[in-house]
């Protein structure tokens, strides 16, 4: 059953479990989702500034966050994301005594396209409103009170700011993170959008998943599924 996700049949088998209201507002969702930009938190321990940056990205349709967990573990709060975390995908990375886990979900977003930036208002950093929004992009948050780590600054391929006029130097990490997202977002609809939606083979992952999660006793739907088709 592991690649149920790619069966079309199984997918409009359980269609027929999800309302036609819920089914219609999830293409109207899907249509505006997006994973030309991501998020990556490091090392956050106030869960709810994680939780609200879930549900920043899900107001924005961004479909992907990345959490490096080093001192810190993370674990939704249901009552900051207001249900968000049910519709994005939230990727951990652990910190082992042997494995970064920078370097892990590093890695991995650069095997996807994605340049990284960290962001900071210290170093060679650019104002957000200089940064082009042409290419795919991952977005790294520090932690309330240090910020981003010297070693995701060294490991990213740039830093960038948000300018401000005020005593304080930061925003509240959600503040930061949809600050970001809108002017980026705005920038590519407006280029280029042909590039910034998500392909059809993605939707339909992300599709059945999202079945999945409304459907009360899923698995025994799948099961029924198989069995009568053997």
């Known amino acids: 059953m592991e690649n149920s996700s790619k069966d079309p049949d199984l997918l409009a088998y359980l269609s027929q479990y999800v309302t036609d209201h819920k ?3 999830m293409e109207e969702i899907l249509a505006l989702r997006s994973r030309f930009f991501t998020l990556v938190l490091e090392d956050i321990y106030k869960p709810h500034n994680a939780s609200a940056v879930i549900r920043t990205c ?3 349709g961004i479909q992907d966050i ?11 709060n249901p009552y900051v994301t207001r249900g968000a975390a049910q519709w994005v995908d939230i990727y951990k990375y652990q910190e ?8 892990v979900c590093f890695e991995e977003l650069r095997e996807k396209g994605y340049r990284i930036l960290a962001t900071s208002p210290h170093g060679e950093s650019i104002p957000l409103h200089a940064l082009e929004a042409d290419q795919k992009t991952a977005l790294v948050f520090g932690n309330e ?4 780590s010297q070693e995701v600054i060294e490991k990213s391929d740039g830093v960038v700011h948000i300018p401000m006029t005020g005593f ?3 925003f509240n990490i959600s503040v930061s993170a949809s600050i970001c997202l809108y002017d980026l977002q705005q920038k590519i609809i ?3 959008p042909e590039i910034y939606y998500l ?3 993605e939707k339909e992952e992300i599709r059945f998943r999202w079945y999945k999660s409304v459907i009360k006793n899923v698995e025994a739907h799948i099961r029924s599924f198989y069995n009568s088709h053997t």
Do not use: L, M, Q, W
């Not at 990345?66 to 939704?76: G, Q, T």
């Open 23 to 25: 089914k219609a507002r």
């Open 58 to 60: 899900d107001c924005f």
């Open 66 to 76: 990345h959490i490096i967990e080093k001192a810190n573990s993370y674990d939704v």
């Open 96 to 103: 082992t005594p042997h494995v970064s886990a920078v370097d």
């Open 145 to 148: 009170h240090e910020g981003v």
């Open 168 to 170: 304080t130097e930061s």
């Open 190 to 192: 407006r280029s280029r």
């Open 199 to 201: 392909r059809e083979e």
